[in-house]
């Protein structure tokens, strides 16, 4: 699927077969000399022969094309290494950038699930299904990093980097200040709720989101185009609903505490969530993976907010009201 979004500003749609999401958006920007692509897809042949097909359509030539990776995930950034010439330049945030080219550690993820409550058994299984360990991209990339304020021109488009953490450490949005349009990833989606998980413990993910969601909330912006599902048009509509999204969780989650406290995967089976199984023994492994990610996200920024306290029992981290 094409659309033309904006005078030589034009939406890929890439499909994710037999995952939740659907599809990835990506998209493409021609420019006079070069042309800009923004994500690219899982490393797998539906979204390459679906991406190379678009491409071919707009008469967009890999060898004039330079690519942008808005943050390390799979569906983001698989095919870059395929997709890329010698030619192209790939921009992308330090701190994902490393991920990409050096992979994730899964033993040390597995390590800190299992502090999470996460079955060892389970934990092994929801890792080789993972997204990210099946369909990341190969090999060693030159990969220029980008961060706040700096501007990549396309055409008769500018586009500012900005730095917003919280879905991964590096995630970066484009804007363009003048056409006040924003790419924004995975940063805010429109009837979806962007994944906030954590794993490792000293980490802010959550803290971070909610300080990324209001440093782009006072930016003048017109349209949002996101990874995944529709664009959208009004952003500081869509970052209230988020933010009250995550609001109505932690009070969920402080509900659902007592003084004999829970782990992360206790608290992510007694959670309500928008799926259609009926119990938490129906969830697939993969589901289960990543909301216990997202609750322990919010029992971490919890934590911080000093509403609830955390201690080590028979090593797992389980969570209490003070």
Not at 25 to 38: A, C, E, F, Q, T
Not at 58 to 67: G, H, I, N, S
Not at 193 to 214: A, F, H
Not at 261 to 284: I, V
Request: aromatic content about 10%.
């Amino acid at each position: 699927m094409i659309e033309e979004v904006l005078p030589n500003l034009y939406r890929l749609e890439a499909p994710l077969p037999n995952n939740p999401l659907k599809a990835i958006n990506s998209y493409v920007i021609k420019g006079h000399d070069r042309n800009l692509m923004v994500d690219t897809g899982m490393n797998r042949e539906e979204c390459l022969d679906a991406l190379t097909a678009g491409l071919q359509e707009l008469e967009v030539k890999l060898e004039e094309t330079d690519f942008f990776i808005t943050h390390m995930h799979a569906d983001h950034s698989g095919l870059v290494a395929q997709l890329s010439t010698k030619e192209s330049k790939i921009f992308c945030g330090d701190a994902d950038a490393v991920v990409i080219n050096h992979g994730i550690d899964w033993e040390e993820l597995l390590e800190h699930a299992r502090m999470t409550g996460f079955p060892a058994i389970e934990s092994r299984e929801a890792i080789n299904r993972h997204p990210g360990y099946k369909y990341s991209g190969k090999g060693q990339l030159n990969i220029y990093s980008v961060k706040d304020n700096d501007c990549i021109t396309v055409g008769d488009y500018t586009f500012q980097c900005i730095e917003t953490p919280g879905h991964t450490y590096g995630h970066i949005c484009l804007y363009e200040p003048d056409k006040k349009i924003l790419i924004s990833g995975d940063h805010i989606l429109s009837n979806i709720t962007p994944n906030i998980s954590q794993w490792l413990d000293d980490d802010k993910c959550m803290e971070d989101y909610m300080s990324s969601l209001d440093k782009v909330y006072h930016y003048d912006v017109d349209i949002v185009l996101p990874g995944h599902r529709r664009i959208i048009y009004d952003h500081r509509k869509r970052i209230d609903e988020l933010k009250e999204h995550h609001k109505s969780r932690n009070n969920e989650i402080l509900g659902l505490l007592n003084s004999k406290g829970k782990t992360a995967y206790q608290m992510a089976s007694e959670m309500p969530w928008d799926l259609t199984y009926k119990t938490w023994e129906q969830f697939p492994i993969p589901q289960k993976w990543f909301a216990t990610g997202e609750a322990n996200a919010h029992l971490k920024y919890l934590e911080g907010q000093g509403l609830v306290e955390k201690s080590i029992e028979n090593s797992n981290f389980v969570y209490r009201l003070p």
